[in-house]
């Protein structure tokens, strides 16, 4: 089949889950925080994860029966793991059909000395039988990997066309790795996409592996994006890496509610507490990697003296945050216990005991479906 090259800013082309968004003829490139938050990136691990394309889509109607990809991904691979899947996955007119994998490309290897930069190459990324006629494709880039998208090519006699502008409530969620999903089975399955695919919300993922330790710039960043309703999954990295301890803690979620609310004081906005952590649930911080494949506890006798928090704690200080807001007039703030997404009962799913598996991630994704928290608040 002859196939033809599609200009990577062709008007056609819309890039959702994104805020940021660099298109050229030759290139295409995403990131989830706006390009003025770089000046204010407090780690490089921040850009990293920012860069990854957890909850983003190229969307687009054709006719083509196949499209061809060619990326270049930077995964991660822990030492003495293999490198993490970076999976591509193609829906038609709202139905997967497909998944297709890279792996050739750079890969950061994360070591107990230190990460260090692997350099790869191009790969393509190919999805074929899509049927005849104008269909929509909805492309989710990799949850796992930064991704430069080099080519589209599609069939030489098709033509693409603007997909329909999305119809659902445009819905940003802000969280951990938790919510990032890198273990998900795909990019579609990480429990956010599971959640606004049931329903039928326009997703903004800003799910951070180790981060969302309450930035300002994240903070900013959802009170001016265009947003009708937000949630954001709070405070494991900041108890497992022991960033805040307890005098810091709710002053600084009030602070980011504040700076949300100054922009967006009527939409629906849900707090989420931790999930279930059994390293963490009465034992403080920080956490340490074993072998970099799963994590232990730090020993620290006195940290509890010193105003270190326990999972334990840290959810009665966020539900009391919330409480507390409640009683002040916020009628449109909702607490939801992480531990109804996945509790004790679910540490089977569990393997690092620390992020759910892909199970877990999809089961978390119904579970949120089913809790309806605005209809709760309408």
Same mark, same amino acid.
């Given at each position: 089949?002859?196939?033809?090259?599609? !200009?990577?800013?062709?008007?056609?082309?819309?890039?959702?889950?994104?805020?940021?968004?660099? =298109?050229?003829?030759?290139?295409?490139?995403?990131?989830?925080?706006?390009?003025?938050?770089?000046?204010?990136?407090?780690?490089?691990?921040?850009?990293?994860? %920012?860069?990854?394309?957890? &909850?983003?889509?190229?969307?687009?109607?054709?006719?083509?029966?196949?499209?061809?990809?060619?990326?270049?991904?930077?995964?991660?691979?822990?030492?003495? /793991?293999?490198?993490?899947?970076?999976?591509?996955?193609?829906? %038609?007119?709202?139905?997967?059909?497909?998944?297709?994998?890279?792996?050739?490309?750079?890969?950061?290897?994360?070591?107990?000395?230190?990460?260090?930069?692997?350099?790869?190459?191009?790969?393509?990324?190919?999805?074929?039988?899509? &049927?005849?006629?104008?269909?929509?494709?909805?492309?989710?880039?990799?949850?796992? !990997? =930064?991704?430069?998208?080099?080519?589209?090519?599609?069939?030489?006699?098709?033509?693409?066309?603007?997909? !329909? $502008?999305?119809?659902?409530?445009?819905?940003?969620?802000?969280?951990?790795?938790?919510?990032?999903?890198?273990?998900?089975?795909?990019?579609?399955?990480?429990?956010?996409?599971?959640? !606004?695919?049931?329903?039928?919300?326009?997703?903004?993922?800003?799910?951070?592996?180790?981060?969302?330790?309450?930035? &300002?710039? %994240?903070?900013?960043?959802?009170?001016?994006?265009?947003?009708?309703?937000?949630?954001? $999954?709070?405070?494991?990295?900041?108890?497992?890496?022991?960033?805040?301890? *307890?005098? %810091?803690?709710?002053?600084?979620?009030?602070?980011?509610?504040?700076?949300?609310? +100054?922009?967006?004081?009527?939409?629906?906005?849900?707090?989420?507490?931790?999930?279930?952590?059994?390293?963490? $649930?009465?034992?403080?911080?920080?956490? $340490?990697?074993?072998?970099?494949?799963?994590?232990?506890?730090?020993?620290?006798?006195?940290?509890?003296?010193?105003?270190?928090?326990?999972?334990? +704690?840290?959810?009665?200080?966020?539900?009391?945050?919330?409480?507390?807001?409640?009683?002040?007039?916020? /009628?449109?703030?909702?607490?939801?216990?992480?531990?109804?997404?996945?509790?004790?009962?679910?540490?089977?799913?569990?393997?690092?005991?620390?992020?759910?598996?892909?199970?877990?991630?999809? *089961?978390?994704?119904?579970?949120?479906?089913?809790?309806?928290?605005?209809?709760?608040?309408?």
């Amino acid at each position: 089949m002859k196939m033809k090259s599609v !200009a990577l800013n062709h008007p056609a082309l819309s890039v959702r889950g994104a805020m940021h968004v660099v =298109q050229t003829p030759a290139s295409l490139k995403a990131w989830r925080l706006p390009a003025w938050t770089w000046a204010q990136s407090p780690d490089p691990a921040v850009d990293l994860m %920012v860069g990854m394309t957890s &909850g983003v889509r190229l969307c687009f109607t054709t006719d083509a029966e196949a499209l061809c990809l060619q990326v270049i991904e930077t995964g991660i691979q822990l030492a003495g /793991t293999p490198r993490r899947p970076v999976t591509f996955d193609l829906y %038609v007119d709202g139905v997967q059909c497909g998944s297709a994998a890279a792996s050739s490309g750079h890969t950061i290897l994360v070591n107990p000395k230190g990460p260090s930069f692997v350099p790869g190459t191009a790969s393509d990324v190919s999805f074929e039988a899509l &049927g005849p006629g104008l269909k929509a494709i909805e492309l989710w880039l990799p949850q796992s !990997a =930064q991704v430069e998208v080099l080519n589209l090519s599609i069939w030489s006699e098709a033509e693409i066309i603007p997909s !329909a $502008e999305p119809t659902g409530l445009r819905w940003a969620h802000y969280g951990s790795s938790i919510s990032h999903g890198m273990e998900a089975k795909g990019p579609s399955w990480t429990w956010p996409a599971v959640a !606004a695919r049931a329903l039928g919300h326009e997703l903004m993922s800003i799910g951070l592996a180790g981060q969302c330790h309450l930035d &300002g710039f %994240v903070a900013r960043s959802l009170r001016d994006g265009p947003f009708d309703a937000i949630s954001l $999954e709070v405070g494991i990295n900041i108890i497992g890496a022991d960033t805040m301890r *307890r005098r %810091v803690f709710a002053s600084a979620l009030h602070s980011f509610l504040d700076t949300i609310r +100054e922009g967006k004081p009527d939409i629906p906005l849900l707090v989420i507490s931790p999930i279930f952590c059994p390293l963490l $649930e009465t034992q403080t911080g920080p956490l $340490e990697r074993n072998e970099l494949a799963s994590y232990g506890t730090t020993v620290r006798p006195h940290s509890a003296a010193d105003g270190a928090l326990t999972l334990v +704690e840290g959810r009665a200080i966020i539900a009391d945050v919330v409480a507390r807001r409640q009683k002040g007039g916020d /009628t449109r703030l909702a607490y939801l216990d992480g531990l109804t997404l996945f509790g004790a009962a679910d540490e089977a799913d569990l393997p690092d005991h620390l992020h759910p598996n892909a199970a877990g991630q999809e *089961r978390m994704g119904e579970r949120f479906a089913a809790h309806n928290w605005l209809d709760f608040l309408a």
